[in-house]
């Protein structure tokens, strides 16, 4: 079993950078490739971003390509991502999720879901 906590959502303006952070407890962090995932009110939840365990490979949604990245820290059991020039568009909760691959995870494929943080850009 894994428990992930998100934090780090805010309100911010267009163009402005923020960091959510996900910290992980339970089995052994690096045996699992780590996501971020968004949904928007009345939309489904779509893939953000993905790590491999030990941090080799990433993949991102085209949406977001250039303007997020996704690390991960394995000695502390956490994964980051940084969002810059954020857009309106890019207002969701944001989940944190943990899979048997990235490549895994960018396709949906996951094992374990985080509670979500809440990011709002508006001017």
């Known amino acids: 079993q894994v428990q992930l906590v998100e934090s780090g959502g805010g309100s911010v303006q267009p163009g402005d950078s923020l960091r959510l952070s996900c910290a992980a407890s339970?089995?052994?962090?690096?045996?699992?490739?780590m996501g971020w995932f968004r949904q928007a009110p009345g939309k489904e939840r779509t893939f953000v971003a993905a790590?491999?365990?030990?941090?080799?490979?990433?993949y991102y949604a085209d949406s977001v390509e250039g303007r997020f990245t996704i690390s991960r820290d394995n000695a502390k059991n956490t994964v980051g991502l940084q969002m810059n020039s954020l857009k309106p568009e890019d207002t969701a909760v944001y989940f944190c999720?943990?899979?048997?691959?990235?490549?895994?995870?960018?396709?949906?494929?996951?094992?374990?879901w985080g509670q979500g943080t809440q990011v709002t850009v508006s001017s």
């Open positions: 999720a943990a899979g048997r691959s990235s490549s895994g995870l960018r396709v949906g494929v996951t094992d374990y």
């Open positions: 339970g089995r052994s962090f690096s045996s699992y490739a």
């Open positions: 790590i491999s365990r030990y941090g080799g490979t990433t």
